[in-house]
């Protein structure tokens, strides 16, 4: 039996906002066809996953129980990216040799970018 993730959901209030802000970190383009209650970007090449953007009423009412983590040759300059593309600083990290930064995009979801291996 496979066992294997299907895409990352994100439910949002904002669909169009959420999925630019991703869009644009990930640097892959949405589907045509977006709406203000669905959005998705596709998986294109090995390694990348779909996205999906689901408007829901609720709002994000406490922290994530569960985020994506990321990793960059050059965390300082993607967090900087990524903090013109509309993320927030939550607070960096260098614990038992690593380093990482807790980020959150247009709608509060909490995200890590750490230094890549060396």
Same mark, same amino acid.
């Given at each position: 039996?496979?066992?294997?993730?299907?895409?990352?959901?994100?439910?949002?209030?904002?669909?169009?906002? =959420? #999925?630019?802000?991703?869009? !644009?970190?990930?640097? @892959?383009? $949405?589907?045509? %066809? /977006? +709406?203000?209650?669905?959005?998705?970007?596709?998986?294109?090449?090995?390694?990348?996953?779909?996205?999906?953007?689901?408007?829901?009423?609720?709002?994000?009412?406490?922290?994530?129980?569960?985020?994506?983590?990321? =990793? #960059?040759?050059?965390?300082? !300059?993607?967090?900087? @990216?990524? $903090?013109?593309? %509309? /993320? +927030?600083?939550?607070?960096?990290?260098?614990?038992?040799?690593?380093?990482?930064?807790?980020?959150?995009?247009?709608?509060?979801?909490?995200?890590?970018?750490?230094?890549?291996?060396?």
């Amino acid at each position: 039996m496979t066992f294997t993730p299907a895409a990352t959901t994100l439910d949002c209030s904002d669909v169009a906002a =959420v #999925s630019a802000f991703w869009s !644009a970190t990930l640097a @892959r383009p $949405l589907d045509p %066809g /977006a +709406t203000s209650y669905f959005a998705r970007i596709s998986a294109d090449g090995p390694g990348a996953g779909t996205w999906m953007f689901i408007g829901v009423p609720e709002p994000k009412t406490a922290k994530n129980r569960l985020h994506i983590d990321f =990793v #960059s040759d050059d965390r300082i !300059a993607e967090v900087e @990216r990524l $903090l013109g593309l %509309g /993320a +927030t600083r939550v607070s960096d990290h260098d614990e038992f040799g690593h380093r990482w930064s807790t980020l959150r995009d247009v709608e509060g979801n909490e995200f890590c970018v750490a230094d890549a291996p060396a």
